[in-house]
């Protein structure tokens, strides 16, 4: 009996140790990836490449095989806009980005890709920043994606050190230029240096680093690409996480560009802030316990699918992404993408844009957009696709028991 219990504390004190390890290793690479130093990692930039650098470095540490074009990296060019608002020829500007890939060879016929952007926002000049003022300010994205990083970074740790041989190969990629609009896994998709026809599924990991410890929920997306995802949710789904699931494997991040190959997806997300793409997405705010959490979690979902034969490929309906609708105006507004009511529900309302000037605030659900009934964020979507720069609208917005007209313009 006391060497039962002697067994039982070494054992708990082994997963202690291992816990503060992971928390340790999440905290030292967030808060590089996202440090002043890298100044917002905008693709092509001396701070995108010393952060390409150092998760390559990780890789090489790990012995992972080198399975980019050139050792672990994989560039590739693109255009941008110099001008967000032009599409003239004349001010696109060529860039280059660069994918990091590293390969796990457990010598089995299909591998699971796991993978996160590790691009953000620079210095405010691309026209995707929240802030009122972006121009000459470091957009750190600690959240957006340094946390996605940092956990494809510790699975990566996770998987080559557990003395379990996996019955799946394992591709760790850390995608560039994604808030450029997906173009590192598009370009990835597009000129794979492994089959995709061995790939298993896709895992993804966009803003997992803030957890809400009172609500603990994490949402996770694509549960409907294949018909083992949702069942496997279903029967790891335990009490540290609030699990919700949508079925979709569309939406804002490169786990799009996966299941537009016909692959499996799974997407991690624990929800927007008043800092997203904003100067102040900073490594302070972040919850390295709770992003340890969501791990651990990915970690007891990739269990149980691994236990299963390759999984088979279902086409979803897209009502995570705009369904291809083009918008030229915004409200400024983060939606609550774990809201499960009728309407939209704002989490936040950016600085000195219209919602803001409106009167909306955190907590409001837009009802109605003019004549247009706003039931889920795809209504949203389709309802600013009617407008354009300048044009007045009226929000029909619940805040509490209130129902309220507020005029905006756009």
């Given at each position: 009996m006391k060497r039962l219990i002697l067994t039982s504390v070494c054992l708990l004190g082994m997963q202690l140790a291992f816990a503060q390890t992971k928390v340790s290793n999440l905290k030292k690479d967030i808060v590089y990836l996202s440090s002043d130093a890298l100044e917002g990692r905008f693709p092509g930039t001396q701070g995108e490449i010393k952060a390409g650098n150092y998760i390559a470095k990780?890789?090489?540490?790990?012995k992972l095989k080198p399975m980019g074009t050139a050792g672990y990296f994989q560039e590739?060019?693109?255009?941008?806009?110099?001008?967000?608002?032009?599409?003239?020829?004349?001010?696109?500007?060529?860039?280059?980005?660069?994918?990091?890939?590293?390969f796990l060879d457990n010598g089995a016929e299909y591998t699971v890709v796991i993978?996160?952007?590790?691009?953000?926002?620079?210095?405010?000049?691309?026209?995707?920043?929240?802030?009122?003022?972006?121009?000459?300010q470091i957009h750190n994205g600690a959240d957006d994606n340094a946390s996605g990083t940092a956990g494809m970074l510790e699975l990566a740790r996770y998987y080559t050190r557990n003395q379990v041989k996996e019955p799946y190969n394992f591709?760790?990629?850390?995608?560039?230029?994604?808030?450029?609009?997906?173009?590192?896994?598009?370009?990835?998709?597009?000129?794979?240096t492994l089959s995709l026809e061995k790939i298993n599924y896709m895992i993804n990991m966009d803003m997992i680093g803030r957890l809400n410890d009172s609500t603990r929920k994490v949402t996770v997306f694509g549960t409907g690409t294949s018909p083992s995802i949702e069942p496997a949710i279903l029967r790891t789904h335990g009490s540290k996480l609030s699990v919700k699931t949508d079925s979709s494997g569309m939406g804002p991040s490169d786990h799009s560009s996966f299941y537009l190959k016909n692959i499996p997806v799974m997407h991690f997300f624990t929800g927007t802030h008043?800092?997203?793409?904003?100067?102040?997405?900073?490594?302070?705010?972040?919850?390295?316990?709770?992003?340890?959490?969501?791990?651990?979690?990915?970690?007891?979902?990739?269990d149980e699918l691994n236990k299963e034969p390759k999984q088979?490929?279902?086409?979803?309906?897209?009502?995570?992404s705009s369904n291809g609708v083009a918008f030229k105006v915004t409200l400024g507004v983060i939606p609550d993408y774990s809201y499960e009511g009728e309407g939209l529900r704002i989490d936040g309302v950016s600085e000195g844009k219209p919602a803001q000037k409106a009167g909306l605030q955190a907590g409001d659900i837009i009802l109605a957009m003019d004549q247009l009934e706003v039931k889920n964020i795809q209504d949203y979507m389709k309802g600013l696709a009617a407008y354009k720069k300048g044009e007045p609208v009226v929000l029909k917005v619940k805040r509490g028991e209130q129902v309220l007209s507020l005029p905006a313009t756009f």
């Open positions: 990780e890789f090489g540490k790990l590739f060019p693109y255009k941008y806009s110099a001008n967000p608002h032009s599409s003239d020829e004349k001010d696109m500007i060529t860039g280059k980005g660069r994918n990091v890939i590293g993978g996160a952007h590790y691009d953000h926002l620079g210095m405010g000049h691309g026209g995707n920043s929240l802030d009122a003022n972006p121009a000459n591709l760790f990629i850390g995608f560039s230029a994604e808030e450029e609009g997906l173009l590192g896994s598009k370009f990835f998709t597009n000129n794979p008043m800092d997203y793409h904003k100067p102040s997405d900073d490594a302070d705010k972040i919850n390295y316990a709770g992003v340890a959490d969501v791990l651990d979690y990915i970690i007891r979902v990739t088979s490929f279902t086409a979803t309906r897209n009502q995570s």
